[in-house]
């Protein structure tokens, strides 16, 4: 796993109320029980963390936030600079 | 389970007053809502810059030295020049003389979900950003929480309880709870209630807009489209009374207050519970005696957030049954926007206007609802309709639920 990834699976276990060390790309963030302000401060977390800016709106499911490795896929475009913004 | 028991007076309204980014008093909103139009649009006052959210339902047209009748509450901030021009509407429509013959027998209870913001955006820039040595002296009286019920008490004369409520999107539904529970147990005869909010600022949106709760689009309750809630700004106010003091002074009696109804959920901050507004609703049918029947139109809190109209619409059905299914429902934030602490307040006032005027305010922008909302919203075009009970629901950040129940004027 690279840096990125690490990055954003320890700022995921800071937010879990029961962290857990089996945290993989393909983890589904509804199998960490993340509810909706929490991911607001996991995003708010890895915006500060890497200086970008995510359109996220937790009134839809987008599929960015399915997965861990999805979460870092978009993180990874934005720091490339090459992201379309996902749909806010 | 009920919540108030006893002997206990009634309680008229006789006076409503508004201040809304689709009309300047109740009666221009109440027009506006009836040809369904929406207060939402690009944001026009303030910076827009680092802002993903560019929409927000503003009152562009105020101007306080047209607007706000004295001087003093000129020199407030916005939210209190909201508040006062609200309230002076809805004393003189009640018809009472300033100040009442005995002052301490009216109250003032007046919320607002954030107080001064525009005052506190406008001191933090003077000290941080333009390095001032001082800010301007009116900046702590201008942000405090309850200067716009102290406006009010003083403009009206008002000498007997008088403070603000804070319960976030149920601010001005607690308020009017509060009046009218001062009046049933004989505390006073006369409330002003309501609430006032003006937190459209570039600082406020941004905060806004780090909770994910914003919609980009616009304000659709109930519609499978809805991604957020719009933010709007405006005051309500309502004139109570005892319906002897009415009757006393041959007041024209705009509705009875029939039913209150609060419940705190005792959950999260931001996902609602079914059952805090489920109980919320059940202690207001029981509060005014109802039946689910007897209601004839319900405003919902319908915030076009995913999870509250969904959470709602559940609750409705718990507390209605199979009647959930015919009773006209309709979210007038589809029109106004989001008034947070305000909103309870102006869909109260739409309530009452729905009563006199037999006819429901629509959701507008509901071309297709969500399956998960499967009632009778009220879409898109109003509707004429006599009703004898209607109902207005407030939910709030943290799960302060309050509930309000109107009637048809006391024969």
Known sequence: ????????????????????DDIGL??????LKIE??????????????????????????????K????????????????????KA | MTQSKGERRRVVVTGVGAVTPIGLDAREMWSSMREGRCGVGPIETFDKKDLYIHIAAEIKNFDPAKHVSSKKVQYGD??????????????????????????????????????????????????????????????????????AAAHIGIEQGIKGPTFATCSACSTATHAIATGADYIRHGLVDVAVTGASEAVLTHGSLRTWQAMRVLSPEGCFPFSKKRNGTV???????????????AQARGATILAELKGVGMSSDSKDMVNPDVDGPRTAMEFALADAGLKPEDIG?????????????????????MVFGDYAYKLPISSTKSMTGHLLGAGGAVEAIACIKALQDGWLPPTVG???????????????????????????NSFAFGGLNAVLIFGQPPA
Not at chain 1, 39 to 64: K, R
Request: proline content about 5%; some cysteine; aromatic content about 8%.
């Open chain 1, 1 to 20: 796993m690279d840096d990125v990834a690490t990055k954003i699976i320890d700022i995921l276990k800071k937010h879990m109320k029961e962290p857990r």
């Open chain 2, 78 to 147: 916005r939210y209190s020049w909201f508040a006062a021009r609200s309230a002076e509407e809805a004393w003189k429509q009640a018809g009472l003389p300033t100040p009442l013959a005995d002052p301490y027998r009216s109250a003032c209870i007046f919320g607002s979900g954030a107080g001064g913001f525009n005052t506190i955006e406008t001191a933090y820039d003077d000290l941080f950003i333009k390095q001032k040595k001082a800010t301007n002296p009116l900046t702590l009286l201008r942000i405090i929480g309850s200067s």
């Open chain 1, 26 to 31: 393909t983890t589904a963030l509804t199998d």
């Open chain 1, 67 to 86: 997965t861990v490795g999805s979460v870092v896929d978009r993180v990874k475009a934005l720091l490339e600079g090459s992201g379309a913004p996902a």
């Open chain 2, 366 to 392: 509901l071309d297709e609802p969500d399956p998960k909302c499967d009632l009778d919203y009220i879409p898109n075009v109003g509707r004429a309709a006599k009703v004898s009970n209607v109902m207005s």
């Open chain 1, 36 to 65: 909706s302000l929490d991911l607001a401060m996991i995003v708010f977390d890895i915006e500060d963390s890497f200086g970008i800016q995510i359109p996220y709106n937790a009134n839809e499911e987008v599929e960015d936030f």
């Open chain 2, 231 to 245: 933010l709007g700004e405006g005051a309500g106010a309502l004139v109570l009374e005892s319906l002897e003091h």
């Open chain 2, 297 to 317: 139109y319900l405003n919902a809190h319908g915030t076009a957030t995913t999870l509250n109209d969904v959470n709602e619409s559940n609750a409705i059905k």
